[in-house]
């Protein structure tokens, strides 16, 4: 069983910047995928970051320039470096993992954008 802990919501004026931490505990293996998810209120929940156990990585339009997803491997630790935000990244973020033990969700954090 693998449990992540996402960590650094909060409430930031618009053009601030948050880093989101996503911490993996359980039994997990070297070759993974892992994502940054966010759901607004009223909206689907949408894949916003994506970085393999290689370190490629993969952004939604909406962000690139803006954020960086990054993991330590050794730590377990993936995280989404968020600059230059705007009121619409307003959401819960989620973490998610996805390997040969499984697929798992964090339980979100808040990150609220004031214009």
């Known amino acids: 069983q693998v449990r992540l802990v996402e960590s650094g919501g909060g409430l930031v004026q618009a053009g601030g910047s948050l880093r989101l931490s996503c911490a993996a505990a359980g039994s997990i293996f070297s070759q993974n995928v892992m994502d940054w998810y966010r759901q607004a209120p009223g909206k689907q929940r949408e894949l916003v970051a994506r970085?393999?156990?290689?370190?490629?990585?993969n952004y939604a339009d909406s962000v690139k320039g803006r954020f960086t997803i990054s993991r330590d491997n050794a730590k377990n630790t993936m995280f989404l470096q968020m600059n230059n935000l705007k009121p619409e990244d307003t959401a819960v973020y989620y973490c998610?993992?996805?390997?040969?033990?499984?697929?798992?969700w964090g339980q979100g954090t808040q990150v609220t954008v004031s214009s």
């Open positions: 970085i393999v156990s290689g370190g490629i990585t």
């Open positions: 998610r993992l996805i390997g040969r033990q499984g697929d798992f």
